[in-house]
């Protein structure tokens, strides 16, 4: 059995250098809010939750990797 040479897909760069940049995006979120722990610690609980909502899922997670994911992927920023 051969490989059919149109269906041969050559491995892309952007992949590893997109998953090294997650790495990176989460270590620099975790020493951000480590950084910012005495600070959220003084705060209610009621009102940490959201801190560490928008901190986690909005500024990690939505904003820079709904981009960073769909360049991997296409090679395009939108």
Same mark, same amino acid.
């Given at each position: ?21 997650? *790495? ?6 975790? &020493?951000?809010? $480590?950084?910012?722990?005495? @600070? +959220?610690?003084? /705060?209610? *609980? ?6 560490? &909502?928008?901190? $986690?899922?909005?500024?990690? @997670? +939505?904003?820079? /990797? ?13």
């Amino acid at each position: 059995m051969s490989i059919d040479p149109r269906h041969y897909h050559q491995p892309s760069w952007r992949k590893p250098v997109g998953m090294l940049t997650i *790495v990176g995006l989460i270590i620099a979120w975790a &020493v951000l809010v $480590g950084s910012l722990s005495p @600070w +959220i610690g003084t /705060l209610p *609980v009621w009102a940490q939750v959201p801190v560490y &909502v928008v901190l $986690g899922i909005v500024w990690i @997670w +939505i904003l820079p /990797l709904k981009r960073l994911l769909a360049w991997m992927e296409t090679g395009r920023w939108r």
